[in-house]
């Protein structure tokens, strides 16, 4: 594992390219209400089940970090869209996209509109991200 001198962000190969620029948290959230209910509850819930995170806040998304960093979150105005990676596609009707990240981990991508979706079966696949070392 190999911490960034400037940033603070850990990554698993040494000097991983990256930005090292962050923005505020709630930034992420104005005008978007709904994303951060869904982003507390499903904050609350890995907490809870899987286990602790660090937030990182970046431009583009917030990611999630436990022992890697295993889960993008990007706000919508009326959802929660989360990719993360898996030795596997995932088979899941909510599934928007599914992208090789090498030849064998794949980026899947998810759009949550309902704490509802946050659910026994989407907290088992977090899981398995969670402790996915890719």
Same mark, same amino acid.
């Given at each position: 594992?190999?911490?960034?001198?400037?940033?603070?962000?850990?990554?698993?190969?040494?000097?991983?390219?990256?930005?090292?620029?962050?923005?505020?948290?709630?930034?992420?959230?104005?005008?978007? *209400?709904? %994303? #951060?209910?869904?982003?507390?509850?499903? &904050?609350?819930?890995? =907490?809870? /089940?899987?286990?602790?995170?660090?937030?990182?806040?970046?431009?583009?998304?917030?990611?999630?970090?436990?022992?890697?960093?295993?889960?993008?979150?990007?706000?919508?105005?009326?959802?929660?869209?989360?990719?993360?990676?898996?030795?596997?596609?995932? *088979?899941? %009707? #909510?599934?928007?996209?599914?992208?090789? &990240?090498?030849?064998? =981990?794949? /980026?899947?991508?998810?759009?949550?509109?309902?704490?509802?979706?946050?659910?026994?079966?989407?907290?088992?696949?977090?899981?398995?991200?969670?402790?996915?070392?890719?």
């Amino acid at each position: 594992m190999w911490t960034c001198s400037s940033c603070g962000r850990r990554f698993n190969k040494e000097n991983q390219p990256h930005s090292c620029k962050t923005i505020p948290f709630n930034e992420h959230f104005k005008h978007k *209400d709904k %994303a #951060k209910e869904l982003f507390d509850y499903l &904050l609350d819930q890995i =907490t809870d /089940k899987i286990g602790k995170c660090e937030i990182i806040s970046l431009p583009c998304c917030i990611h999630l970090f436990g022992k890697y960093d295993f889960l993008a979150a990007l706000p919508k105005k009326d959802s929660l869209e989360i990719r993360f990676a898996l030795e596997r596609v995932l *088979d899941d %009707a #909510k599934l928007t996209a599914s992208v090789p &990240l090498s030849t064998k =981990t794949y /980026k899947n991508c998810l759009v949550i509109v309902s704490t509802k979706d946050i659910n026994y079966e989407l907290l088992e696949i977090l899981r398995e991200a969670y402790f996915l070392k890719s």
